[in-house]
């Protein structure tokens, strides 16, 4: 589970119950709760038996394709989607259909170019009837076939925040999202 959340010029990025925070402008990844300690890097790279130089670079990548900014060890793409979570042969025809367009246009990258190429390969009906939209999936580079959703979090309702985010983590954050007006 991944979420994404812009808040003011920082970026917020959910991850394996961590939270993890930078600077829209400078693209430097620290954890969210303000503790970036080293000795906090070494544990989490002694748990994850890595070292704490790959640990730093596998978050940062998953971080920073979840945030849609390049990078060399982790990518990005955006999927039609069926929400509804099932499909069937005709639907799942649609939506080739639809990501053909996206990598004939090569616009895998661009979620508003994606939302447009939905519109316009398929009529408003079908997209309301089956749930169908666009979102991110983020994956090791070269390796498409494991690839994980990464949501933004204005798609998600403050429930469904709740329930991928624990309480802990989300009270823990330094830049936080204000429910203004929610």
């Given at each position: 589970?991944?979420?994404?959340?812009?808040?003011?010029?920082f970026v917020n990025v959910y991850v394996g119950g961590m939270v993890f925070t930078a600077d829209g402008n400078?693209?430097?990844?620290?954890?969210?709760d303000?503790?970036?300690?080293?000795?906090?890097?070494?544990?989490?790279?002694?748990?994850?038996?890595?070292?704490v130089d790959d640990c730093r670079r596998h978050y940062q990548g998953i971080c920073n394709a979840a945030a849609g900014w390049l990078d060399d060890v982790w990518t990005?793409?955006?999927e039609v989607v069926c929400q509804e979570g099932t499909t069937n042969v005709m639907l799942q025809e649609m939506m080739d259909s639809v990501t053909e367009a996206i990598d004939?246009?090569?616009?895998?990258?661009?979620?508003?170019?994606?939302?447009?190429?939905l519109r316009r390969t398929l009529?408003?009906?079908v997209v309301r009837m089956y749930g169908l939209g666009i979102r991110k999936y983020i994956f090791p580079v070269?390796?498409?076939?494991?690839k994980t959703i990464a949501y933004q979090r204005e798609e998600l309702t403050p429930y469904h925040f709740e329930c991928l985010v624990p309480e802990k983590v989300r009270?823990?954050?330094?830049?936080?999202y204000q429910e203004v007006g929610r």
């Open positions: 589970m991944i979420v994404e959340e812009q808040v003011g010029s400078q693209h430097g990844w620290q954890f969210g303000g503790d970036d300690s080293p000795e906090r890097w070494a544990s989490l790279a002694k748990q994850k038996g890595m070292t990005f793409r955006y004939r246009n090569k616009a895998s990258q661009d979620r508003e170019q994606c939302q447009q190429l009529s408003l009906g070269g390796k498409a076939e494991k009270q823990s954050v330094v830049h936080q």
